[in-house]
């Protein structure tokens, strides 16, 4: 068993919300991530999923500190990040470094690429004269697969796909041990996404990476990750290798979602059945009472699933799930109720 | 029996001392009743442009317009602007990617929907009212009644996809330009809006146009495929045989860049090589050889044309993809 990386306990990341112009009181708050543990082994890839507004981009940020965290700890190689400070967290970033969606909004438009990967050198004190550092900057566009005359470029003078490896190389001039990539490939064409998974996974062999990665796609997350995490509402759902997550979806949010994925093959998609969600996500801000997924879960029993709100259990080596019945829904005892 | 049929579209847009961008380069297709025929392709494809352009909603001014969108007889392109307002809407309506961008903001939804009603159907009023009622309650918007009073803002991006659905169908039209309608929106919601655009057409029988670059999407969807390169259609087939033997290598090469939720063990992807902006002018070869891995002498020097096999499957390429059980 290899050595835990990053292990998440019981973060919360909760937003005021404010009214009122002379008196700021607080009214409530958006419930973005409520109650998530998870363990990212070190040399792994660890993907989360889920749709828009269920607080898997505010989990990331919130490992890094970018957003603040409400409670809960964030233990990253021994130390937990949700309790440093300062210059100490500032150094601590150092080995955490962020992959951005869109990487024309994340690159300084005025700044070129040396520029902007020499920033995060200096900040951090690494490499002793301007040679040196230049020497890395292009050692790591080598890596990314850029050549040497990009280093004067701007970013607007290149395409989205050499866009997204210059965000890559960014995070990696720095040697970061954790790279969080939030949704690293969804802005991209699909003929250049596949340029990039396979970048990212070519990285992570040599440099031995470890990669939180966010996205909305479950195909791409279940292409690249080890383990894999769905989110609903703030919460994990549903945690399996992505193996055993693809072969038997425990949750029945995984389902459903599993059966909206359209795959590129007509006799796949002709043959097989949709669990059609009805409605739109809750609201976060005030989440229903019990299992946040019973206002749209096919499978929602009278009891238990509005009162209780179920933890993410260990059915079988590996694969936890967050319902009262996920036995009885797995063996057919519950089915369906429309 | 053919609805529309687009013969040799081509758009250019001109600047004054620029050279002139010719977004779509002589795309023929036809599209009969009640079928769904699917154009795809990647950003700058002009699979966009071509819809707006059968649409009547592209610019005057600084666009060269070339081709012919003949609709149930009549040439779109030849219509006076007054007579394009009638058929849009009423025979031609069209969905966007966007919902929140194609819908006033400040006019509430029932007012947006009505006045399709009032416009090509003439009613008014309650009647009207109800009518819109009924048509939010059909693409399945809950408690339609309130719904028509709110403003666009307060709908969810689902909602909001449905309303303009509701829109669209207001009037029957018998055909449906759909441009990547479900791009902005969650899977699970994708999956809905699918298959309500799906039980539409099955029900009114109206042909649907599904602009998109999900490759899944159209297999799901799709009777016809067109597969759109640099502004040109470079492979035309159904569904079926498409996705089982793609001839020309960027359909071939985008299928195998597409990690798949089904496949058993994750293998590795074989990205197409460089990007959209390294395509050659179609007058000097074809535009994908740059990027492709089966290139030939004869792919440089001249724009290669539009083959077919026997059974119909047209490519454009002079070293087509084999597979071994043709």
């Known amino acids: 068993m290899p050595e835990t990386l990053l292990s998440v306990r019981g973060l919360k990341v909760h937003f005021p919300i404010r009214r009122g112009v002379i008196f700021d009181r607080t009214v409530g708050h958006v419930y973005a991530v409520d109650g998530v543990d998870l363990d990212v082994p070190r040399g792994g890839t660890y993907g989360l999923v889920g749709e828009s507004g269920c607080g898997k981009s505010t989990l990331g940020r919130a490992l890094l500190r970018l957003n603040p965290v409400t409670d809960g700890q964030v233990v990253f190689d021994g130390v937990d990040v949700a309790a440093l400070k300062g210059e100490t967290l500032r150094k601590a970033r150092r080995r955490m470094q962020m992959i951005f969606q869109d990487p024309m909004s994340s690159l300084d438009p005025r700044q070129n690429v040396e520029s902007i990967l020499t920033e995060g050198l200096v900040a951090h004190g690494i490499g002793d004269s301007a040679a040196e550092r230049r020497n890395r900057v292009v050692e790591t566009l080598d890596a990314v697969g850029l050549p040497r005359w990009a280093m004067s470029r701007y970013p607007h003078e290149f395409s989205g796909g050499q866009r997204q490896r210059i965000g890559i190389a960014r995070a990696l001039v720095l040697g970061p041990d954790l790279i969080v990539a939030d949704e690293p490939v969804s802005a991209l064409d699909v003929s250049i996404q596949a340029q990039v998974i396979n970048l990212l996974a070519d990285l992570q062999r040599e440099l031995g990476l470890t990669y939180l990665v966010i996205a909305h796609d479950l195909a791409v997350v279940r292409h690249i990750s080890d383990t894999v995490g769905v989110m609903y509402l703030g919460g994990l759902v549903e945690e399996a290798s992505s193996r055993a997550l693809y072969a038997e979806p425990l949750h029945p949010y995984t389902r459903a979602l599993m059966s909206a994925v359209p795959v590129p093959d007509p006799e796949v998609e002709d043959r097989r059945e949709r669990i059609l969600l009805r409605g739109d996500l809750p609201s976060p801000a005030n989440p229903p009472t019990g299992c946040r997924f019973r206002t749209r879960c096919p499978w929602v029993q009278a009891t238990r699933c509005d009162t209780e709100r179920p933890a993410l259990t260990e059915i079988k080596p590996g694969h936890k799930v967050a319902c009262h019945w996920t036995k009885e829904i797995a063996s057919g005892e519950i089915t369906v109720n429309r | ?326």
């Not at chain 2, 779509?24 to 009743?33: C, M, N, R």
């Not at chain 2, 303009?164 to 929106?185: F, K, N, Y």
């Open chain 2, 1 to 326: 029996m053919t609805l529309l049929d687009v013969q040799d579209l081509s758009v250019a847009f001109v600047r004054r001392g620029e050279a002139a961008v010719r977004a779509v380069d002589g795309v023929s297709f036809t599209v009969d009743a009640g079928q769904v025929v699917g154009l795809v392709g990647e950003s700058g494809c002009g699979k966009s442009v071509t819809s707006l352009a059968i649409m009547g909603l592209l610019p005057r001014r600084g666009v060269e317009l070339g081709g012919k969108a003949v609709f149930d007889g009549t040439d779109l392109f030849g219509l006076a602007p007054r007579d394009m307002r009638d058929v849009r809407g009423k025979d031609v309506a069209m969905i966007f990617q966007d919902p929140l961008s194609s819908l006033n903001p400040v006019i509430p939804i029932g007012l947006q929907v009505t006045e399709v009603l009032k416009r090509h159907r003439g009613m008014k009023g309650d009647a009207a009212g109800r009518e819109a009622a009924d048509l939010l309650d059909r693409v399945g918007i809950p408690d339609p009644k309130r719904r028509l009073k709110e403003y666009p803002h307060q709908l969810s991006g689902g909602m909001r996809q449905r309303a303009l659905i509701a829109m669209a169908v207001a009037c029957r039209p018998r055909l449906l330009i759909a441009d990547e309608p479900t791009t902005a929106l969650d899977v699970t919601i994708q999956a809905q809006i699918l298959e309500l655009l799906k039980d539409l057409v099955h029900e009114f029988g109206t042909a649907l146009i599904m602009i998109t670059h999900d490759l899944g999407v159209v297999a799901g969807m799709c009777d016809t495929v067109n597969v759109l390169y640099s502004g040109r259609i470079i492979e035309t087939a159904a569904r079926r045989p498409l996705f089982a033997a793609p001839l020309h290598p960027y359909t071939h090469g985008l299928l195998g860049s597409i990690p798949r939720l089904d496949a058993l063990e994750s293998e590795p992807l074989t990205p197409i090589r460089g990007s959209v902006r390294d395509a050659l002018p179609w007058a000097s070869g074809c535009a994908f050889q740059p990027r492709c891995d089966r290139p030939v002498e004869a792919c440089v020097g001249a724009p290669p044309e539009l083959d077919a096999t026997f059974t119909g499957h047209e490519y454009r390429c002079v070293n087509p993809v084999r597979h071994s059980n043709d």
